[in-house]
């Protein structure tokens, strides 16, 4: 019992934490519960936490608060789910609560607006990190249909302005395609079909 109190006090306290302390949405959160719960408490592991990442961009609502609730129920069921969101959501609730109280001379400060600014810059390197670390591992894995869907998707996406919905929704087809035709080509090769 005394283990699965402090799992749950470090799911909350971590998701806290992070929530407290990252600017820049949920692609800035990624890389820090990957290095939180993949290579410091090694609860995920890396391809785990990459899928997570996926469902949780692909899900409706904020990647932050979609990946906590899938990382709180990989490591702790339900109650894992809820302390994570709660953790995550907190933070910027009380943040935002604070600045709306003072919000025109938050809105007025050429201080913040040269703190936002330089912030910025930080939230692009982070986000350069997750696609690097993340587009790491499909090209790792030689083979040419992931690569050419990342390649493609990115191609529709910035330069074709075709809608994101669209993009996940064909790139999910291709996903549950491949599995499908890899997963029976690993059953004819162990030696018969079921």
């Known amino acids: 019992m005394k283990t699965d109190r402090e799992k749950y006090r470090t799911l909350f306290l971590s998701t806290f934490q992070l929530s407290a302390f ?9 890389p820090l519960m990957r290095k939180k719960f993949v290579e410091e408490l090694h609860w995920i ?18 990647i932050a608060v979609n990946a906590s609730i899938l990382v709180g129920y990989h490591v702790a069921g339900v109650w894992g ?24 001379a938050f809105r007025d400060s050429a201080v913040v607006n040269m703190a936002m600014t330089g912030m910025l810059a930080g939230v692009a390197a ?9 587009g790491k591992g499909i090209l790792r894995e030689k083979r040419f249909l992931p690569v050419a869907v990342l390649a493609l998707s990115f191609v529709a996406v910035r330069f074709l302005q075709v809608n994101i919905v669209i993009v ?5 087809g291709i996903g549950a395609a491949d599995t499908l035709r890899r997963e ?5 090769a162990g030696g018969g079909t079921p």
């Not at 982070?126 to 993340?134: G, K």
């Not at 029976?184 to 004819?188: D, I, P, T």
């Open 45 to 62: 592991e890396e391809q785990e936490m990459m899928d997570m990442t996926a469902i949780a961009q692909s899900s409706p609502g904020a």
């Open 126 to 134: 982070v986000i350069c990190d997750v696609v690097l670390t993340m």
């Open 184 to 188: 029976r080509a690993g059953k004819e």
């Open 22 to 30: 990252t600017f820049g949405g949920g692609f800035v959160i990624i």
């Open 81 to 104: 789910a809820l302390l994570t969101v709660l953790g995550t959501v907190l933070p910027p609730l009380m943040i935002i609560s604070v600045i709306s109280f003072f919000y025109t």
């Open 168 to 172: 996940i929704l064909v790139c999910a």
